[in-house]
């Protein structure tokens, strides 16, 4: 294990932002902070009358990462995946997670905490698969 | 308001994901990689992180008859545990572990992590849009 205690406060710091830009957005507003299902109410062929807010989510979430990168310096972005793995995984991240209902902050952060056990089993499904495939590709280029 | 919160929500959402460092998909597969001998625990503190303020929302909005500016808080998720739910988490985890980014981090790296990211992203659209088109598809088939 690579425990680093810097790493892990942060980590602790960052999560709670985010939870409470979820709780924010459902007691301000009545609503899930499920990204997928946000972006997912923004795509053909829905759109309705909740655009507004979820293009103004949307946005928040693209720009205040690059306000951070002004303020405090760029983070590394570090994308590995081949040109044929980023379009198949992106296609299988946006698909799955429409099909599931929910990806890691729909189902893990704002189902989770509500002891749903539709949410709970998805979490448990998607880390469990990805740890698998994660495991695969690394056995498989020889690491 | 509504729109405001939205807003807020979002950029509060994207900066916890940069604050994390879950805006860099090696920080993720590092936790994802539990075999590999260097597991990186970090995502375990972000979600831990992020459940405590949305288990306490949870809790308010369950004392409260409506949010701040809205009619009704989501009601608990209808359906079961069935194999549309698992089988979209498993296909998204399978994405997930590929690349490294699930669809709130991918958005939050896009304006900071150059081609690869808008290539990830925009398969990630394209697979959201196709969930939503497969049913028409399917009816027109069938019809």
Known sequence: MNFVLQDAMLGLLGGLMIGLASALLLLGAGRIAGISGIVGALLPPKGGAADGENAAFVAGLIAAPLLYAQALGAPAIGVTASVPLLIAGGLMVGFGTRMGSGCTSGHGVCGMSRLSPRSLAATAVFIGVAAVVVAAARLALGG | ?143
Not at chain 2, 118 to 142: E, S, T
């Open chain 2, 1 to 143: 308001m509504r729109i405001v919160i939205a807003l807020l929500s979002g950029a509060l959402f994207g900066l916890g994901l940069a604050v994390s460092d879950m805006i860099d998909p090696q920080r993720v597969l590092g936790f994802l990689d539990v075999a590999g001998g260097a597991w990186d625990p970090t995502l375990a503190f972000v979600m831990g992180g992020a459940l405590i303020p949305m288990a306490i929302a949870w809790r308010i909005a369950a004392a409260r008859k409506h949010p701040a500016y809205g009619a009704t808080f989501p009601a608990p998720p209808s359906g079961g545990i069935d194999r549309r739910l698992l089988g979209g988490a498993a296909l998204f985890g399978a994405g997930w572990g590929l690349v490294g980014f699930c669809p709130g981090p991918a958005l939050a790296a896009l304006s900071l992590g150059g081609w690869p990211v808008a290539l990830f992203v925009a398969a990630m659209l394209a697979g959201m849009a196709l969930h939503g088109i497969v049913p028409r598809l399917r009816a027109r088939v069938a019809a």
